[in-house]
C-alpha cells in the first residue's frame, strides 16, 4: 500500500490520465465524422447561388412568354451548378478532402438523381405546355435531393432539403402569381440563408 508522497502523486495523475483518454476518444471520433460525411458543401457557394437566383427571378418576372420565363430560370439552373461545383471543389482542396469519393461519391450519387429526374419531367411539362407545374416540381426535387444527399454531410443539409420541400409543396397549390416569387424565395432566399449557416459554422 502506497502511503505519503508516492499516493498523493499517484492520485494527481488520474485526472491527467483522465483528459488525455477524452482528448484521444475526440479525435477519433471527429477523424470518423470527417470520414463518413461530407463536409465540402459550398456555404459561400450556396450564398453565390442564392443571390444569382434572386436575380433570375426578377428577371424571369419580366419576360413577356411563358417560354421565355422557362430560358432564364434554365440558365439560372446551369450557372448555379457551376457555381456549386466550383465551390465544393475549391473547399475540399483547401481542406484536403476527397470530392468524389467516400462520402462525397455517395452525396453525388444522391444529389443528381432526383435532379435528373426533374429535367426530364421538365422537358415533358414543356412539351404539354404545363409551366404552372415546373416551379413546384423543381423545388420539390431538388429538395429530396439535398435530403438524401445530405444523410452523408452535417446537419444542416438535410434541414435545408425539407425547407426546399416544404416551399415546393407550397409551389404546387398556390396561385400562379406567387410561383416565380416561390421560386426566388426557395433558390435564392434558402440559400443564402443556410448557406451563410454553413460557412459559418463549417468552414466556408
Same mark, same amino acid.
Given at each position: 500500500?502506497?502511503?505519503?508522497?508516492?499516493?498523493?502523486?499517484?492520485?494527481?495523475?488520474?485526472?491527467?490520465?483522465?483528459?488525455?483518454?477524452?482528448?484521444?476518444?475526440?479525435?477519433?471520433?471527429?477523424?470518423?465524422?470527417?470520414s463518413t460525411s461530407f463536409t465540402?458543401?459550398?456555404?459561400?457557394?450556396? *450564398?453565390?447561388? !442564392?443571390?444569382? #437566383?434572386?436575380?433570375? /427571378?426578377?428577371? &424571369?418576372?419580366?419576360?413577356?412568354? @411563358?417560354? $421565355?420565363?422557362?430560358?432564364?430560370?434554365?440558365?439560372?439552373?446551369?450557372?448555379?451548378? *457551376?457555381?456549386? !461545383?466550383?465551390? #465544393?471543389?475549391?473547399? /475540399?482542396?483547401? &481542406?484536403?478532402?476527397?470530392?468524389? @469519393?467516400? $462520402?462525397?461519391?455517395?452525396?453525388?450519387?444522391?444529389?443528381?438523381?432526383?435532379?435528373?429526374?426533374?429535367?426530364?419531367?421538365?422537358?415533358?411539362?414543356?412539351?404539354?405546355?404545363?409551366?404552372?407545374?415546373?416551379?413546384?416540381?423543381?423545388?420539390?426535387?431538388?429538395?429530396?435531393?439535398?435530403?438524401?444527399?445530405?444523410?452523408?454531410?452535417?446537419?444542416?443539409?438535410?434541414?435545408?432539403?425539407l425547407c426546399f420541400m416544404a416551399?415546393?409543396?407550397?409551389?404546387?397549390?398556390?396561385?400562379?402569381?406567387?410561383?416565380?416569387?416561390?421560386?426566388?424565395?426557395?433558390?435564392?432566399?434558402?440559400?443564402?440563408?443556410?448557406?451563410?449557416?454553413?460557412?459559418?459554422?463549417?468552414?466556408?
Amino acid at each position: 500500500m502506497l502511503r505519503g508522497p508516492h499516493r498523493h502523486s499517484q492520485f494527481r495523475q488520474v485526472p491527467a490520465v483522465r483528459q488525455h483518454a477524452l482528448e484521444n476518444l475526440r479525435f477519433i471520433r471527429e477523424t470518423i465524422e470527417r470520414s463518413t460525411s461530407f463536409t465540402a458543401v459550398p456555404g459561400w457557394g450556396g *450564398l453565390a447561388m !442564392g443571390i444569382t #437566383a434572386l436575380g433570375a /427571378a426578377w428577371v &424571369a418576372a419580366r419576360q413577356p412568354s @411563358s417560354r $421565355a420565363w422557362l430560358v432564364v430560370w434554365i440558365l439560372e439552373g446551369v450557372l448555379a451548378f *457551376l457555381i456549386g !461545383g466550383w465551390a #465544393a471543389m475549391r473547399k /475540399a482542396r483547401a &481542406a484536403d478532402l476527397p470530392l468524389l @469519393s467516400g $462520402a462525397g461519391r455517395k452525396f453525388a450519387l444522391n444529389l443528381l438523381p432526383p435532379i435528373v429526374a426533374g429535367g426530364l419531367l421538365t422537358l415533358a411539362l414543356d412539351h404539354e405546355g404545363l409551366f404552372h407545374v415546373m416551379p413546384g416540381l423543381w423545388l420539390l426535387t431538388y429538395g429530396v435531393g439535398v435530403v438524401t444527399a445530405g444523410a452523408f454531410s452535417v446537419r444542416v443539409v438535410p434541414v435545408m432539403g425539407l425547407c426546399f420541400m416544404a416551399d415546393g409543396a407550397a409551389a404546387l397549390f398556390c396561385p400562379s402569381s406567387w410561383e416565380n416569387w416561390l421560386l426566388g424565395a426557395g433558390f435564392g432566399g434558402l440559400h443564402i440563408l443556410f448557406g451563410i449557416i454553413i460557412a459559418r459554422r463549417y468552414g466556408g
